[in-house]
């Protein structure tokens, strides 16, 4: 069965430093999305990517944030420098449709 | 802004026994809801999705409803398994077109005891 993968599944960076996570979605879906779940908080929205460009953001992703689906598989999110806070796990999950959502695995970050 | 609540946040129950997780939010324009299961260290699955024009919707086990008007939605589990422990999320999906908003319950921590 198709699934959402995400790399690499842990990841440990110096505060300041630039990050990229990667997603490869299911292979027809069209919609995109990122998450970010804080050790013991609710899942937060970040972006809805949808036709090579962003349909919708919420207050957490700011300037710093970035995506981007380079070459036709891969969907990344870029966080250009970290901070302390950014420490979460980062999920990310496509849809065919505006329907349901496939999630990903995660990527569990932590700023140091 | 919409905020999503889920009572209780956490339940444990022995096996066999069936259950209900609320889910609450505040502004009842949605688009849809849907109930995920969150496993400790791992992503979500979708387990029920219901339209904001649904009143319910029905999968094996586990039937999820919705009162729009209200503010509400339940996810009745019958015949629990150990199984079934889990974390369950619900989710409320705001927004036209491709422009979406997504907000997400706190959860309710699921312990089935065999």
């Known amino acids: 069965e198709p699934e959402v993968t995400q790399t690499p599944s842990h990841q440990v960076t110096q505060m300041g430093q630039e990050v990229i996570l990667r997603c490869v979605p299911i292979?027809?879906?069209?919609?995109f999305y990122w998450y970010r779940q804080i050790l013991g908080q609710k899942v937060e929205f970040l972006v809805s990517?949808?036709?090579?460009?962003?349909?919708?953001k919420s207050e957490i992703f700011d300037d710093q944030f970035s995506v981007e689906r380079p070459d036709g598989s891969n969907f990344t999110l870029k966080i250009r420098s970290t901070k302390l806070e950014d420490s979460a796990m980062y999920f990310c999950a496509s849809g065919e449709g505006r329907e349901t959502q496939y999630f990903g695995p995660g990527t569990r970050l932590l700023v140091l | 802004k919409q905020e999503v609540t889920q009572i209780p946040a956490a339940l444990s129950v022995p096996e066999g026994e069936n259950l209900v997780l609320n889910c609450s939010f505040t502004?009842?324009?949605?688009?849809?809801l849907q109930w995920f299961r969150q496993d400790p260290g791992k992503g979500l699955t979708s387990l029920l999705l219901?339209?904001?024009?649904?009143r319910e919707q029905t999968s094996g086990r586990l039937n999820a409803s919705l009162d729009k008007s209200s503010g509400r939605s339940t996810l009745y589990i019958a015949a629990s398994q150990p199984g079934d422990s889990a974390t369950y999320l619900c989710?409320?999906?705001?927004?036209?077109?491709?422009?979406?908003?997504?907000?997400f319950g706190s959860g309710t921590k699921l312990n089935v005891k065999p």
């Open positions: 990517f949808y036709n090579n460009e962003i349909s919708e």
């Open positions: 219901i339209q904001s024009s649904q």
């Open positions: 292979s027809n879906h069209l919609y």
């Open positions: 502004d009842s324009a949605i688009y849809n």
């Open positions: 989710a409320v999906r705001q927004g036209l077109g491709n422009f979406n908003k997504f907000y």
